[in-house]
């Protein structure tokens, strides 16, 4: 039977995910829909009891290694932008979120102080696997996108750790005891967390490691993090594991971003996995006794305790009220309060208890009723927060692009053009199309002369590696949405194209290559090859240089193209085709950016620069 649930957990999660993802919807529906269908309710299919004690502990792991790719994922200059409110929204907005939902969560149900604060604690966080892939959906300014992101990751572990704290009281007599291992988690979490993030990050650098064992290096290395810091002190992994993924993702090493797809595609694994896993718990009936009120409650969470939350910690820090809306708007919760809820109910179901400890007492003091058992008191905790979950992301989750447009927030779409490379050949084609297409072109390259005279032609040119998306996108405003590589060296533009490709999409990548590059590199390559009988575009930028080469505009209508000659771009307001000669717009206003013949035949080459592409300083 634990066979049978691990492959229907695994092959399900990844099943519904991929289906979701070409249906449009949040995939967690579907998820949690899937464990319920696969599940003792129905198929029978998954049976968590059947991994007994086990479950818990894999639960944890596969959460830690999520924080840490989202840790990796942070943008550290969104923090630099808007740090100040985001610290108050993982300390400030936690307490006011907590408070207000504790309230409530009194007022609205019967369920008692101890459990109202712990639900309370679990509503606190946000979900970075369904905040992360919504803001790169609807592409929502910069700085509200960086503090939806930076709050989804950071106040994952505080969340915990308040569920834990309240766990702690419930279960325990001593209050001093629950609020001193509440500041040892967070002080322990960020030691192991930062120090093991170094070290890795240290012994990556030496080269140590095979290239083609770097990224299961990193997940053993965030593995060690989340399990050394557990060791310290339970329940401090999960920060550990944030403060490592953080301080790695800030290390600038040249491969990263290949580990960074490596695990954000097994963090989509664990994610599948766990919902299903999850979710299979789940029993109808406790969500038909949830009724009207439970409703009610989750409505006052969703709709008046976050925008009085955002409000309240915007005022006077220069959003207007279109920020504070959709910030108050756009709050998904995801996997860490679904985990959290479930493994509360686990435990306290071993357990059997019944109410007791710090917040037993508490509310026996102050006289409201301890009621009933802390199994019927979790099994209600855990039907509220999964409730939450599917509201919000439901909700929210098909609704934030809309809720974007109707607002006025969304970036324009992304129509500039990158060129890698900034020799001769590179920038007569940037100006021919900044001036006829009327596009914005952006010239990157690690050679500083180039740059420079590409800079005084009045180019918008960098010195940067465009293996390395970041800083170009940053020089760029986000405004690059196609990609032509066209340095010398074809695995150069193989290795950009490729990773290019995850930005902007394979479809609106394009590079120049013979096809006799290395074989691995073009095999991996993405993007349309262009130019492929041109010859090296450095020795046709020194013919352009010499005068051995004309190149010149064309109006399009009427056009005969001459032996030898070829036609390099055509373009028209607003449209622009690479090696075509028919892109959209206006006909009349079609123009041709050809090149002329060479002075004798390219000699056969391999593609590879005379001098390679020196990394920039």
């Known amino acids: 039977m634990i066979l049978l649930t691990l492959i229907c957990a695994m092959c399900g999660g990844v099943g519904l995910m991929i289906f979701g993802r070409k ?12 464990g319920v269908f696969l599940g003792p309710q129905a198929l029978g299919w998954v049976q968590p009891s059947s991994l007994g004690g086990v479950l818990p502990v894999f639960v944890s792991i596969c959460v830690g290694i999520i924080l840490f790719e989202g840790g990796m994922s942070l943008d550290i200059k969104g923090y630099r932008t808007a740090g100040k409110f985001i610290r108050h929204l993982v300390t400030w907005g936690v307490f006011i979120t907590w408070a207000l939902s504790t309230l409530a969560l009194m007022l609205l149900t019967d369920v008692s102080l101890p459990f109202a604060l712990l639900a309370a604690s679990l509503v606190t966080v946000t979900g970075p696997t369904v905040i992360m892939p919504l803001m790169k959906r609807i592409r929502v300014k910069p700085n509200l996108r960086d503090i939806l992101s930076w709050e989804a990751v950071l106040v994952d572990p505080i969340g915990a750790f308040l569920a834990v704290l309240c766990f702690e009281g419930i279960v325990r007599q001593g209050g001093g005891a629950a609020l001193t291992n509440f500041g040892l988690r967070i002080a322990v979490g960020l030691a192991v967390g930062l ?15 095979p290239e083609d064992m770097l990224s299961v290096s990193v997940l053993a290395g965030a593995v060690l993090i989340f ?40 963090s989509e694994l664990m994610i599948g996995m766990l919902f299903i896993l999850l979710a299979s718990r789940l029993k109808i009936d406790q969500f038909k006794q949830f009724g009207w009120e439970g409703l009610a409650l989750v409505a006052v969470v969703v709709f008046v305790v976050r925008p009085v939350m955002i409000f309240i910690l915007a005022r006077g820090r ?21 985990s959290m809820a ?12 019944a109410e007791t400890g710090l917040f037993g007492s508490l509310a026996a003091f102050i006289g409201l ?21 599917v509201v919000t992301i439901v909700l929210q989750g098909l609704s934030a692009g809309w809720v974007v447009r109707l607002l006025g927030l969304r970036l324009p779409e992304a129509k500039g053009l990158l060129i890698v490379g900034a020799h001769r050949l590179a920038r007569e084609l940037a ?17 500083e002369a180039s740059v420079k005279q590409a800079q005084r032609e009045g180019l918008r040119a960098v010195l940067a590696d465009a293996r390395h998306p970041q800083p170009i996108e940053e020089f760029a405003h986000d405004q690059i949405g196609r990609v032509a590589a066209l340095t010398n060296n074809e695995d150069l533009n193989a290795r950009a194209c490729r990773v290019w490709s995850e930005v902007v999409g394979s479809s609106s990548v394009c590079r120049w290559s013979t096809g006799k590059g290395n074989e691995k590199a073009e095999q991996d390559a993405r993007g349309v090859v262009i130019w492929n009988t041109l010859g090296r575009p450095s020795r046709v930028s020194d013919e352009l240089d010499w005068g051995h ?7 399009a209508a009427g056009f005969e193209q001459a032996e030898g000659d070829m036609v390099l771009a055509a373009a028209s307001p607003g449209s622009l085709s690479l090696g075509a000669t028919t892109p959209n717009g206006d006909a009349s206003k079609r123009k041709l950016l050809v090149v002329g013949p060479g002075p004798a035949p390219e000699e056969e080459t391999s593609g590879v620069a005379e001098t390679e592409e020196k990394p920039a300083p």
């Open 195 to 209: 120090i093991g993030g170094l070290l890795l990050a240290w012994i990556l650098r030496r080269n140590w490691i």
């Open 549 to 555: 080469r004309i190149m010149r505009r064309e109006p």
């Open 227 to 266: 399990g050394a810091a557990e060791l310290v002190l339970s329940e401090a992994g999960l920060l550990s594991t944030v403060a490592g993924g953080l301080v790695l993702g800030a290390s600038n090493l040249p491969w990263l971003k290949e580990v960074k797809r490596f695990k954000a595609e097994l």
């Open 23 to 34: 249906l449009g919807v949040p995939a967690i529906v579907l998820l949690l829909a899937g």
């Open 369 to 389: 009723e301890v009621r009933g058992s802390a199994v019927a008191a979790a099994e209600f905790v855990e039907t509220f927060v999964y409730s939450v979950i």
């Open 431 to 447: 100006v021919f199309v900044r001036d006829v297409a009327g596009i914005p072109v952006f010239v990157a390259d690690t050679n």
């Open 318 to 338: 220069g959003f207007d009220l279109r920020d504070k809306l959709f910030l108050s708007w756009v709050a998904p919760r995801g996997i860490v309060a679904a």
């Open 342 to 353: 479930s493994l509360v109910r686990i435990t306290l179901e071993q357990r059997g208890m």
